[in-house]
Antibody, heavy 126, light 107 residues
Framework: DVQLVESGGGLVEPGTSLRLSCAAS????????MNWVRQAPGKGLEWVST????????YYADSVKGRFTISRDDAENSLYLQMNSPRADDTAIYYC???????????????????WGQGTLVIVSS | DIQMTQSPSSLSASVGDRVTFTCQAS??????LNWYQQKPGKAPKLLIY???NLETGVPSRFRGSGSGTAFTFTISSLQPEDIATYFC?????????FGGGTRVDFK
């Protein structure tokens, strides 16, 4: 069975940093693109970032571009999200999700999120 | 960014009812639309991809239809376990965007 387990969330002060991790099991991690999706308390879903297998394609939402960095370690079957200079509006449950890509015009983009972790809560507050 | 508008934002129905709600895209997205179900305190679950394709293992009472800018999600016979919030999501253009959700509960 596909399992995704996020960790690293907690209370963080604005302007500091935090690294989220996602441990994957039950599938060949290196073959799949991975994503972070977040959900502010009581709100809807927001796509954050995508990294393809082999890290050929990396995408970010404008709201986190330049502050967050997605990465993966295929040897460790792990996905990461480095959150620098977090703001209050980054407060959310962060989900790790395995997805599929949609390829068009020589590029590939995230398509859907097929398997999700249970999420890790990040609270940005002083 | 492509805006996804779901309506209604909530609805109440009885067990066995046919339930329908919609998702409107701010521009033509072809069939590049997915639907998710989220139960309270849980992660979302992919139900339908490419507007009308049922994800493996998802009951056939769930159905998606539409293309272009107008999409519909239907539960043919509401079951107790279907109480949840449903989100649409487009992948025609980055950033991927979700609708605000339709919450389904019992009358």
């Amino acid at each position: 069975d596909v399992q995704l387990v996020e960790s690293g969330g907690g209370l963080v002060e604005p302007g500091t940093s935090l690294r989220l991790s996602c441990a994957a099991s039950g599938f060949t991690f290196s073959s799949f693109n991975m994503n972070w999706v977040r959900q502010a308390p009581g709100k809807g879903l927001e796509w954050v970032s995508t990294i393809s297998s082999s890290s050929n394609y990396i995408y970010y939402a404008d709201s986190v571009k330049g502050r967050f960095t997605i990465s993966r370690d295929d040897a460790e079957n792990s996905l990461y999200l480095q959150m620098n200079s977090p703001r209050a509006d980054d407060t959310a449950i962060y989900y790790c999700a395995r997805g599929a890509l949609f390829c068009s015009g020589g590029n590939c983009y995230p398509k859907y999120f097929q398997h999700w972790g249970q999420g890790t809560l990040v609270i940005v507050s002083s | 960014d492509i805006q996804m508008t779901q309506s209604p934002s909530s609805l109440s129905a009885s067990v066995g009812d046919r339930v329908t709600f919609t998702c409107q895209a701010s521009q033509d997205i072809s069939n590049h639309l997915n639907w998710y179900q989220q139960k309270p305190g849980k992660a979302p679950k992919l139900l339908i991809y490419d507007a009308s394709n049922l994800e493996t293992g998802v009951p056939s009472r769930f159905r998606g239809s539409g293309s272009g800018t107008a999409f519909t999600f239907t539960i043919s016979s509401l079951q107790p376990e279907d109480i949840a919030t449903y989100f649409c999501q487009q992948y025609d253009n980055l950033p991927l965007t979700f609708g605000g959700g339709t919450r389904v509960d019992f009358k």
